[in-house]
Nanobody
Framework: QVQLVESGGGLVQAGGSLRLSCAAS????????MGWFRQAPGKEREIVAA????????QYADSVKGRFTISRDNAKSTVYLQMNSLKPDDTAAYSC????????????????????WGQGTQVTVSS
C-alpha cells in the first residue's frame, strides 16, 4: 500500500501562484511514476501533469503547459506541482496518484494506469 497526502491548496487570485505537495509513504517512492489530476464540479477528472520514476520524463495537459511544473524529490518521497499564472478555470480538486512501473523513464497520462490516489486538495482561483 502507498499512502498519498496532498497539501498546499487554497484560495488565490487570478494570476497568482500555488505549490502543491504530495507526500508518499508505505512503499519505495522511486518505484512509482506520479501524476497530478484535477476534477472540477460537473466535469470529468483530467490529467494535469505526470512524471516518471526518475523525473527525467514529464508531460502536461495542453491547458497548463508553460504555467505548471511537476517535479519530484525521491529522497523526500514527495512530488510537487508548481502552479503559476493561475486562472479561474484551474479551480478544481487536485489529487496526486502513484503508478507502479518498472520503467525509469515513462510517465502516464491515463488515470486507469494509476494504483494509488490521495484524497485531494482544493484549489480555488478567484477572478
Amino acid at each position: 500500500q502507498v499512502q498519498l497526502v496532498e497539501s498546499g491548496g487554497g484560495l488565490v487570485q487570478a494570476g497568482g501562484s500555488l505549490r502543491l505537495s504530495c507526500a508518499a509513504s508505505g512503499r519505495t517512492f522511486s518505484d512509482y511514476a506520479m501524476g497530478w489530476f484535477r476534477q472540477a464540479p460537473g466535469k470529468e477528472r483530467e490529467i494535469v501533469a505526470a512524471i516518471s520514476r526518475s523525473g527525467s520524463s514529464t508531460q502536461y495537459a495542453d491547458s497548463v503547459k508553460g504555467r505548471f511544473t511537476i517535479s519530484r524529490d525521491n529522497a523526500k518521497s514527495t512530488v510537487y506541482l508548481q502552479m503559476n499564472s493561475l486562472k479561474p478555470d484551474d479551480t478544481a480538486a487536485y489529487s496526486c496518484a502513484a503508478a507502479r512501473t518498472y520503467s525509469n523513464n515513462r510517465s502516464y497520462d491515463t488515470g486507469m494506469r494509476y494504483d494509488y490516489w490521495g484524497q485531494g486538495t482544493q484549489v480555488t482561483v478567484s477572478s
